[in-house]
């Protein structure tokens, strides 16, 4: 993730802390959602879950296609 820095005036950093403070979440956080929402195209829908974590797809070890398991699939319609 990158960094930067912003310039904010008092009273929208005074809005800032406050929100933050209320909702327990980080400043940054509250600025990337507002980034996220402001780039949005109009009457676009908000990103699914997929969307915002694909990246982590596949990324996990877990067990083989349970499909070719024939001991999975034994009781299988019973």
Sequence with gaps: MS???LKLP??????LDAEAKKTGRSKSEIIREALEKSFRKPGSKKPS???ITSHL???????????TNKKH???FGK
């Design 10 to 15: 008092s009273l929208l950093a005074r809005r």
């Design 73 to 75: 699939l034994s009781d």
């Design 57 to 67: 797809a596949g990324s996990g070890k877990g067990p083989g296609d349970l499909s």
């Design 3 to 5: 960094t930067i820095s």
């Design 49 to 51: 879950f997929y969307d």
